[in-house]
């Protein structure tokens, strides 16, 4: 082998000061890799052998997880794909103090044993003054699932035809509750549910009614549904399914169905996500009566679908803190958008893109508010970009329609608009010479 590329020790390049600071932050394993794969070069000709450490830092990732930080420019604020809710800054810092050892099951003040995660629930208490009790699990599917096994486990669970929803990759709502051991009753047909239908089947063998808030479709026409007040007073429990976490009214999503409204209609039980409207992590919420919540939180199914400490600690930031994002999202102001959008356009054209500020429509996504368009701002781009922002780094991750690139403003923090103009411009520049070395036959 010529001198020149005799390959450096592994030891000898893991003691660079760069490559030892990069393990405690990453690992040795990770580290190890990366240098491996330079050394590999060296023997393939490709690098000179004082390269290794520098190529090896290079290529190592920016953080121990695998997961990347994206700008969401889609015009969908709740995007499943890419997470739902982003945390707020406060449920962020909440995540850090609660990443050690915590009280999160312990009373300092007397040393004995204490209920776990009582802050986030005194928390959502508070926020959903309606609610005689709460429970927090993983999600909302668990809630339901937990509703369902402790409450009709064996029995019947009585629910309209035209709330027999997908909730998505091809989960649907009726398996998830035969799975536990309940037995469905549909009433009603598809477009039409009166409340005879439901008195009709209404015996000792219901466990309890449920609605389900069909959050991503809607059916318009010639249809009918039962109230939860009317459901009421059929004796029975009735749980309502609202989906997307909103726990209070909001005027611009007037048809999006509230904790709070449901259960001062007479409800029994309320479930919900944590990581939609309500904008925190993902976590399954459960509202209601004393009596209900407690037979839930002392089932044995209740510990599996238990939450950790971190998302204990982001729920209550969330809802003790100030605004998250996604509700800054969902009330930004159009004109404020279009401002955003003009500066970012004209300063992408100043450098040679081919950049436009032209109107959009944004949606809620997530299974929320199906039908709602929010009036919103995006910058059009050539569509050859769509690709290289992917990949660039942070990823920025618009839609693509009519032939050009939108990236939309709604869901964007105004402090990340520069994070967008140099993935641009970056993604611009490195498609113009790749265009160069194909023209030049390179």
Known sequence: MDPRRRVPRTDAVLADPRLAAAIGRLGRPVVKDAVARAQQRVRQGEIDPE??????????????????????????????????????????????????????????????????????AEALARAVPAAEAVHVVNN?????????????????IVISRGELVEIGDGFRIPDLLVSTGARLREVGTTNRTNLDDYRRVIGPETGFVLKVHPSNFRVEGFTGAVGVAELTGLGVPVVVDIGSGLLDRDPLLPEEPDAASVLRAGAGLVTASGDKLLGGPQAGLLLGRRDLVERLRRHPLARALRVDKLTLAALEATLRGPEPPVRQALHADPIILGERAEALAKAMCQAGVDAAAVPAEATVGGGGAPGVCLPSVAVSLPERLAVPLRRGEPP????????????????????????VLDAVLEAALKTALKTARKASGR
Request: proline residues 5%.
């Open 140 to 156: 909302n599917a668990a809630a339901l699932v937990l509703a369902a096994t402790a409450l009709a486990a064996g029995r019947e």
């Open 396 to 419: 920025v991750v618009g839609r693509v329609e009519g032939g050009r690139l939108l990236l939309d403003l709604r869901a964007v923090p105004p402090d990340r608009d520069g994070e």
């Open 51 to 120: 390269d290794v450490a520098d190529e090896a830092l290079a290529e190592l990732p920016h953080h121990a997880t695998s997961l990347r930080r994206v700008i969401n420019m889609t015009g969908v604020l709740l995007h499943t794909n890419l997470g739902r809710a982003p945390l707020s800054p406060a449920a962020v810092e909440a995540v850090a103090v609660a990443a050690g050892a915590t009280d999160v099951e312990f009373d300092l003040a007397t040393g004995a044993r204490a209920r776990r995660g009582r802050g986030a």
